[in-house]
T-cell receptor, first 113, second 109 residues
Framework: DAMVIQNPRYQVTQFGKPVTLSCSQT?????MYWYQQKSSQAPKLLFH???????NEADTPDNFQSRRPNTSFCFLDIRSPGLGDTAMYLC????????????FGQGTRLTVV | RKEVEQDPGPFNVPEGATVAFNCTYS??????FFWYRQDCRKEPKLLMS???SGNEDGRFTAQLNRASQYISLLIRDSKLSDSATYLC??????????FGAGTRLAVHP
């Protein structure tokens, strides 16, 4: 059974049209991450939550926002997508104790046209 | 300098070959290290954690050298199904995980 679920799997949006990607988890993990992965590149951390504490990476554009209304759900909002935001967006969860490996959802492939 | 650096490859090897991937990290305070596998257009999946003493899981062996800030992954007796991108991952502190760009492996008959 999928433990980290992302919706939608594929999203096409117009340049400048706001889009929201969602992620839910059944693992009850404290930490939730959003990564952006472009073709042949490393997953790049955009931000992460430790419980409700939000941590933004310094180079994450202001265009990208996130919400975590409860432990299970996390959202990525892109306010005005540009063509350069076409990428796979990966949500992951993790615990804070012990070996804190991340468990990934299947990703949302976003195309901005 | 990137926080996690890997040779991008690709490594093209025949079935049965032994192949080794290397990774260096810049944050000397990193405590947790992992190797992930990523198939084309799929999400990364944990292959194995990397422990100070080194660890082995079947055909896969991971080593950590803290003094040199270096991690390795050895794959013995390569299978066609091992073809994928292998991502080196380190904790960046503050509950962050930082990924390398990955090393591509192609195993051919």
């Amino acid at each position: 059974d999928a433990m980290v679920i992302q919706n939608p799997r594929y999203q096409v949006t117009q340049f400048g049209k706001p889009v929201t990607l969602s992620c839910s988890q059944t693992l009850n993990h404290n930490v939730m991450y959003w990564y952006q992965q472009k073709s042949s590149q490393a997953p790049k951390l955009l931000f992460h939550y430790y419980d409700k504490d939000f941590n933004n990476e310094a180079d994450t554009p202001d265009n990208f926002q996130s919400r975590r209304p409860n432990t299970s759900f996390c959202f990525l909002d892109i306010r005005s997508p540009g063509l350069g935001d076409t990428a796979m967006y990966l949500c992951a969860t993790g615990q804070t104790t012990g070996a804190t490996e991340a468990f990934f959802g299947q990703g949302t492939r976003l195309t901005v046209v | 300098r990137k926080e996690v650096e890997q040779d991008p490859g690709p490594f093209n090897v025949p079935e049965g070959a032994t192949v080794a991937f290397n990774c260096t990290y810049s944050n000397s305070a990193s405590q947790s290290f992992f190797w992930y596998r990523q198939d084309c257009r799929k999400e990364p999946k944990l292959l194995m954690s990397v422990y100070s003493s080194g660890n082995e899981d079947g055909r896969f062996t991971a080593q950590l050298n803290r003094a040199s800030q270096y991690i390795s992954l050895l794959i013995r007796d390569s299978k066609l199904s091992d073809s994928a991108t292998y991502l080196c991952v380190c904790d960046g502190g503050y509950n962050k995980l930082i990924f390398g760009a990955g090393t591509r492996l192609a195993v051919h008959p």
